[in-house]
């Protein structure tokens, strides 16, 4: 099973950007898909990017479309969430997390590991 630490995570003003990282250890398949999620207070975990890791091909949700972008590192066994133009309705907690089950599937519940989260706090 992978592991994942994520990092860069923080405080931001409206119109700011991050870039999140993702460190997996641990045996990575082809077939595998690494995600981002996230969760907001009192809110349930939604989907916000996914890339194949062979492949790259990706998948956003809509919300996000034109404002982060996902991609990876296979070398270095890592993967990012580059957000830009962040509005405070993207204050949540992140998530890295990877699918075995193949598949750019846009549900929470597809993923079977997950990092322990970094908290993105965007003031206005």
């Known amino acids: 099973q992978v592991q994942l630490v994520e990092s860069g995570g923080g405080l931001v003003q409206a119109g700011g950007s991050l870039r999140l990282s993702c460190v997996a250890s641990?045996?990575?398949?082809?077939?595998?898909?690494m995600g981002w999620l996230r969760q907001a207070p009192g809110k349930e975990r939604k989907f916000v990017a996914a890339?194949?890791?062979?492949?790259?091909?990706?998948l956003y949700a809509d919300f996000v479309k034109g404002r982060f972008t996902i991609s990876r590192d296979n070398a270095k066994k890592t993967f990012y969430l580059q957000m830009n133009s962040l509005k405070p309705e993207d204050t949540a907690i992140y998530y890295c997390?990877?699918?075995?089950?193949?598949?750019?599937?846009?549900?929470?519940?597809?993923?079977?590991?997950w990092g322990q989260g970094t908290q993105v706090t965007v003031s206005s």
């Open positions: 997390a990877v699918s075995t089950r193949g598949g750019l599937i846009a549900v929470p519940s597809h993923y079977n590991s």
């Open positions: 641990g045996r990575i398949n082809n077939w595998d898909v």
């Open positions: 890339i194949a890791w062979s492949a790259g091909s990706t």
